[in-house]
């Protein structure tokens, strides 16, 4: 089982709908938890942390699922330049604990239509 | 502007023919890291620096040297390339080495070995 899952994509979304990413780690004792976003050919860049108690910014909220062990990534009133690949983010975990190092999941395709 | 370099942006080389690629952060972050990106894999982490002369092996560091003999810089070195190092290399800094802080990637160098 990888480390860091998530459904590959393409969401094919149009302008203005809700689109929803989950995104599932096996660890269960992972503590730090992230949300990237990565346009085309370019370099990745931090969306935003995901805490315990989920977290919003603007129109993107963030959560987490310790229980189910998976986060999420929800994104309302979609606009052309969310188009991206969201890439989830989990700290790696070794036998003395937490690490700062840091698991990239595979990524999910968003493509918002005008 | 605070900003990660990186030289080449695109190189094409052949199997054997030793290569440098350049990283460099003016941010005075103490770590440091390179990942290469492969379709279907995502981001896996090559060598990470915690600071000047502190270089430690990532999760697949076969074929890949580094140095951090200055803060600011951290080059790659692939000292004899070969096809299955064609890749997508992100350089990566960020202030220091807790989770909470924010990890800032270069702009990537597309390398490909024939």
């Known amino acids: 089982r990888k480390e860091v899952e998530q459904d590959p994509g393409p969401f094919n979304v149009p302008e203005g709908a809700t689109v929803a990413f989950n995104c599932t780690y096996s660890n269960s004792a992972s503590q730090s938890f992230f949300w990237y976003r990565q346009d085309c050919r370019k370099e990745p860049k931090l969306l935003m942390s995901?805490?315990?108690s989920g977290n919003e910014d603007g129109r993107f909220t963030a959560q987490l699922n310790r229980a189910s062990q998976y986060i999420s990534l929800l994104i309302r009133d979609s606009k052309l330049s969310d188009s991206a690949t969201y890439l989830c983010?989990?700290?790696?975990?070794?036998?003395?604990?937490?690490?700062?190092?840091?698991?990239f999941g595979t990524g999910t395709l968003l493509a918002v239509q005008p | 502007e605070a900003q990660v370099t990186q030289n080449p942006r695109y190189l094409i080389t052949v199997t054997g023919k030793k290569l440098t690629v350049t990283c460099s952060q003016n941010?005075?972050?103490?770590?440091m890291s390179w990942y290469r990106q492969d379709p279907g894999l995502g981001l896996r982490q090559i060598y990470y620096?915690?600071?000047?002369?502190?270089?430690d092996k990532g999760d697949v560091p076969e074929g890949y040297k580094v140095s951090r003999k200055e803060k600011r810089n951290f080059p790659l070195i692939l000292e004899s390339p070969s096809p299955n190092q064609t890749s997508l290399y992100f350089c990566a800094s960020k202030e220091g080495l807790g989770l909470s802080y924010e990890q800032y990637f270069g702009p990537g160098t597309r390398l490909t070995v024939t």
């Open positions: 983010v989990v700290n790696a975990m070794n036998y003395g604990g937490a690490t700062n190092k840091l698991i």
């Open positions: 620096s915690m600071n000047v002369e502190v270089t």
């Open positions: 995901v805490y315990s």
């Open positions: 941010m005075n972050h103490e770590y």
